[in-house]
């Protein structure tokens, strides 16, 4: 099943934009990458050392690039197997004739995520470890990465490993019931136990589900909306936003998803100004389509940021959109506090109904530092803790911890309605390989094909 062929991919690492690299692994990566290397003989070096020379085309005797090559003999590497790397540094015409080079001389070019695959497979990481490679690619700010580093470093792994040791016991120990039925009294307590200790498991699991939402966050963004009528200052508030966090450029090369996404960064969590169905900037949504209907376009967005102006009187267009945004996540900022108070503050109070309520100037540059307080602490208490908690983000892990608190509480049922020990065992052991599943234990082949096809090439 483990595939051994080398594979060579252009493969640039993260924030380093001038150098590009392409990599191999594989069995014959070394030998490969000597044919067309000039200098030392690469297939003689020691393992894990870093040599100067030229790439030269064998058939033309042409150069091609001057480059560093990295020699590192398996399993002391990434994929566990042995993997050159050839640090190119003269832009992308001849990063690619390299790449060419070498796929003329045996190796083939890697799927995306396939070096990854490769050090899963080969058991270097887990699961969930790999899912963290991905996550590390994609971080916008670096409490997304410091969590997503967590994550490589087995945090969760260890985790579900421990719940699993839990839930493993609980079935050994009811295998002792099914095989020593005679001992009534052993059956009636661990009746008992084998109640706590589910509820156990799946209170932790739940906990770490409560995770999910901001994992999520750190993950995607909050998806942000900024809206009010004509005037108000969204665009304002919007450049303060990217002159003051730095905004972050996305581009992935490489995937499908090759698009620039406006993100800025907000304390620490990544605010994603979007764009859809028109909701950034929104003038006259309301007027537009409705309130019912620009509800429901509003609904797609996490945090709704609803500017009024401070030096107007209310509008029925502001109480329009107070309606609009009933019941979904808001915060209002009053604008243009360096004017004359015009607004009546208290009515705004009343529509806004327990929502924050900021004043601001974008003028003077007064309020942004307690908006963004505020946004943090919509989202976080306050506490963006990136470095301690486990944070489950990714989608699959979040399915699969839902199947597997359903599955103990199944158990649970059963027990409480005194059902045979079998049955419950069996919804034990469910739950046991639901969370094997995060870690990449009990996952198909077929499952862990899709999972890699979504890294980017030369991951
Ligand atoms: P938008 O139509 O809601 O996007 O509003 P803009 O951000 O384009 O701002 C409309 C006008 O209000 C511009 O002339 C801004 O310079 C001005 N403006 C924005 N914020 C403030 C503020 O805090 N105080 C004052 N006095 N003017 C502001
Ligand atoms: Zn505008």
């Not at 000039?38 to 064998?58: A, F, M, Q, R, W």
């Not at 590497?77 to 832009?91: A, L, Q, Y």
């Not at 799946?202 to 900024?226: F, M, N, P």
Request: proline share 2%; charged share 30%; aromatic share 4%.
């Amino acid at each position: 099943m483990i595939d051994t062929d080398t594979i060579a991919a252009i493969s640039t690492p993260l924030g380093e934009g001038a150098i590009a690299i392409v990599r191999l692994s594989g069995e014959e990566a070394i030998p490969i990458a000597s044919k067309v290397f000039e200098g030392k003989n690469l297939n003689e070096v020691s393992s894990h050392t870093i040599h100067y020379g030229k790439i030269i085309d064998p058939e033309t005797k042409e150069m091609v690039e001057e480059v560093m090559v990295t020699v590192m003999r398996g399993p002391r590497t990434f994929t566990t197997e042995n993997v050159v790397e050839i640090n190119c540094h003269g832009g992308l015409a001849s990063v690619n004739r390299v790449l060419e080079l070498v796929l003329g001389y045996g190796a083939r070019i890697a799927e995306p995520g396939e070096f990854t695959k490769r050090a899963f497979l080969n058991g270097r990481i887990d699961l969930s470890q790999a899912e963290a490679v991905m996550d590390l690619i994609r971080a916008k700010t670096d409490k997304a990465m410091n969590v997503a580093l967590k994550q490589l470093d087995g945090k969760l792994s260890k985790l579900v490993e421990k719940l699993r040791q839990e839930l493993i016991e609980t079935v050994a120990h009811v295998e002792v019931n099914i095989d020593y039925p005679e001992y009534d009294d052993v059956e009636e307590m661990s009746h008992q136990m084998l109640l706590e200790r589910t509820k156990k498991v799946y209170d932790q699991v739940e906990k770490l589900l409560e995770t999910a939402k901001q994992g999520k966050i750190l993950r995607e963004g909050i998806k942000t909306a900024i809206i009010g009528r004509p005037n108000v200052g969204k665009s304002s508030l919007l450049n303060a936003f990217v002159q003051e966090t730095k905004a972050i450029v996305t581009d992935i090369p490489g995937t499908t998803r090759d698009v620039i996404e406006e993100y800025v960064n907000v304390r620490g969590v990544p605010l994603r100004l979007i764009d859809t169905a028109g909701i950034r900037e929104t003038e006259d949504i309301v007027e537009r389509i409705g309130v019912e209907r620009s509800r429901q376009a509003l609904k797609e967005s996490d945090l709704i940021l609803f500017v009024l102006n401070y030096g107007e009187k209310l509008t029925e267009e502001d109480r329009k959109l107070f309606e609009a945004v009933d019941g979904l996540e808001y915060i209002v900022i009053v604008n243009k506090t360096d004017l004359e108070q015009v607004i009546d503050l208290e009515e705004v109070e009343r529509l806004a109904n327990g929502k924050k309520i900021i004043t601001a100037s974008m003028k003077e540059d007064i309020g942004m530092d307690q908006l963004e307080a505020t946004i943090a602490e919509t989202f976080f208490e306050g506490d963006i803790d990136g470095g301690d908690l486990t944070y489950i983000s990714n989608v699959r892990h979040i399915q699969l911890l839902k199947q597997t608190m359903q599955a103990l509480k199944d158990a649970e049922q059963a027990m409480e309605a005194q059902m045979p020990i079998d049955l419950v065992q069996m919804d034990v052991t469910r739950a046991w390989e639901l969370l094997g599943e995060i870690i990449g234990d009990t996952v198909q082949e077929s499952l862990i094909d899709q999972l890699f096809s979504q890294f980017c090439l030369g991951k």
